[in-house]
Every structure is written in C-alpha cells, then in structure tokens.
C-alpha cells in the first residue's frame, strides 16, 4: 500500500491510459469478444489449482490459477466461483465469468452446478494431507 501511494494520483494520464488499455483487452478484445464470438452465456473455468497448504517455513505455494476470473477482476466484470470437487483431499474450485450486469445469470449457473454435482463437502480441517 504504501509503494502504490508513491505512484502518484489515480487521475495521472500515464495510469488513466494504463487502465484504459487494461480494461479495453479485458473487456471489448477479450471477455466480450469470446462470448459474443462463440454465443455464450458465461465463461467456466478452473478458479485455480487444489488449494495449497500451508507451509509455516517456506510461506504459501500457490498451485496455479485459472485465466479467466484475474481477467474478471481487471474488466470489472462480475465472477462467482462454486466447490468443483477435490483434489487428494484438497479443494478445487470452478469459476463463472460473465459480461457486464450478468450476475443473475451467473448465480443461476452456479447454482445449477452446485445443485447437479453435490460437489461441496464440509471441511475437514486436518493437521496435514496427504499429496503425492
């Protein structure tokens, strides 16, 4: 937080240029380009890898990260992400991505899923788990 504040304004031209372009690529160029492209209601996809665990040593590994729902985040366009199942024991979750104003439908896909696959279970939250 404190770097970002040394950046300056958010009314500056560089970072109003630098958002422009972000949110043109997300946006026109990208989610609603696909979509309309392919006749879509929304984008799925994996929202990242099996959640990770937690390594008192080394700090948190990340297992990866869907494309999709960052590219949400930078249009500013709605996302809701459900349980999609496990992996050795370790959740991964499943991501619904649509255009501007598409929450209702995203929350009825998300909930169709949900309803269909009975993929969230209680956690558990054992000591450690057991990863190849």
């Known amino acids: 937080m404190i770097e970002a504040q040394t950046r300056g304004p958010l009314t500056e031209p560089e970072y109003r240029d630098a958002r422009a372009l972000a949110c043109r690529l997300a946006r026109d160029e990208g989610i609603d380009a696909i979509m309309t492209r392919h006749q879509l209601d929304a984008l799925v996809d994996l929202t990242n890898g099996p959640a990770w665990l937690i390594d008192p040593v080394h700090g948190d590994q990340p297992t990866g990260y869907g494309a999709i729902y960052p590219l949400a985040a930078i249009a500013g366009y709605p996302s ?53």
Not at 112 to 121: G, Q
Not at 123 to 131: C, D, E, G, H, R
């Open 80 to 132: 809701i992400t459900v349980p999609a199942g496990t992996d050795h024991g370790l959740p991964v979750g499943l991501s619904f991505v649509g255009r501007a104003w598409s929450e209702a439908r995203l929350l009825a896909l998300a909930a169709d899923f949900e309803a269909k696959t009975r993929a969230r279970r209680v956690p558990l939250f054992l000591p450690t788990a057991k990863v190849p």
